[in-house]
């Protein structure tokens, strides 16, 4: 009760009278990514995704959407099919997004499975095939594979 009758900007206002952070640290979030770690590369391509705390910037999140799915994070792998598929910060490509579908589907990931298998019915049989060898190679390589043409 108390919180609907301060309203959010009085609340606001009290934390930081308190020394209470109300915005997150992008800082410690961005060190731990570029140390890294895929959870926070992972959270930093979400916030630049949806600009909560910076400045919407789609490239930025598929950037770091890449970095964390390159180590085999799934819900980057997803993120970053997403953003192939939409052509948002990169250019569309339904291979690309295909693979990093078809990845994480690999590792159990139900919604990205769902989603390799409704772009499957849209693709040629080679688009299919060249998605699924880019997705070997980079199990293989555990590094981003693409072909001359992408």
């Given at each position: 009760m108390r919180c609907k009758l301060l309203g959010c900007a009085a609340i606001v206002a009290l934390l930081l009278a308190s020394g209470c952070s109300v915005v997150p640290?992008?800082?410690?979030?961005?060190?731990?990514?570029?140390?890294?770690?895929?959870?926070?590369?992972?959270?930093?391509?979400?916030?630049?995704?949806?600009?909560?705390?910076?400045?919407?910037?789609?490239t930025a999140a598929a950037i770091w959407f890449r970095k964390a799915a390159e180590q085999g994070y799934l819900k980057a792998q997803f993120n970053l099919g997403l953003c192939y598929y939409k052509g948002e910060?990169?250019?569309?490509?339904?291979?690309?997004?295909?693979?990093?579908?078809?990845?994480?589907?690999?590792?159990?990931?139900?919604?990205?499975?769902?989603?390799?298998?409704?772009?499957?019915?849209?693709?040629?049989?080679?688009?299919?095939?060249?998605a699924q060898l880019r997705a070997k190679q980079c199990l293989q390589t555990k590094a981003p594979v693409q072909s001359a043409k992408s």
């Open positions: 640290d992008l800082t410690k979030l961005r060190e731990r990514a570029e140390q890294g770690e895929v959870k926070a590369q992972n959270s930093l391509g979400l916030r630049y995704y949806h600009g909560t705390w910076v400045r919407a910037d789609k910060g990169v250019v569309a490509d339904v291979i690309e997004a295909y693979k990093w579908f078809y990845l994480a589907g690999l590792a159990g990931d139900e919604p990205a499975s769902a989603e390799h298998l409704k772009l499957a019915k849209v693709m040629t049989a080679e688009q299919v095939a060249e």
